[in-house]
Nanobody, 125 residues
Framework: VQLQASGGGLVQSGGSLTLSCTAS????????VGWFRQAPGKEREGVAC????????RYAESVKGRFTIATDNDTDTVYLRMNSLKLEDTGVYYC???????????????????WGKGTQVTVSS
């Protein structure tokens, strides 16, 4: 499955943005999907992961209460709704499909098999 993340942009601190993840070649419905991000000079980190048919949702501690991962089966889209954005949320955001692997509260990318091109999110002061 080929994935595509979209919806990134420039937003002021405190603002909101919603990212979308769509698939071609297959469906996202029923698949665990995760959102990851990579800031300049930093390693990629897991932001959120969802196994929606099991109501299994996990978030990085840094985004809990601000970000929401959700799916729309009608449009076969997985969203990442981001509120109260902070400067440190800046980065390239990727969606991925595979397995949600969470170790000691950290969302790992080990289980993800399909990755899309990222979308840039820039939070300004």
């Amino acid at each position: 499955v080929q994935l595509q993340a979209s919806g990134g942009g420039l937003v002021q601190s405190g603002g909101s943005l919603t990212l979308s993840c769509t698939a071609s070649g297959s469906t996202l419905t029923g698949r665990p999907v995760g959102w990851f991000r990579q800031a300049p000079g930093k390693e990629r980190e897991g932001v959120a992961c969802g196994v929606f048919n099991m109501n299994f949702l996990r978030y990085a501690e840094s985004v809990k209460g601000r970000f929401t991962i959700a799916t729309d089966n009608d449009t076969d889209t997985v969203y990442l709704r981001m509120n109260s954005l902070k400067l440190e949320d800046t980065g390239v955001y990727y969606c991925a499909a595979g397995q949600c692997v969470v170790v000691d509260g950290e969302i790992k990318d080990d289980g993800m098999k399909s990755w899309g091109k990222g979308t840039q999110v820039t939070v300004s002061s």
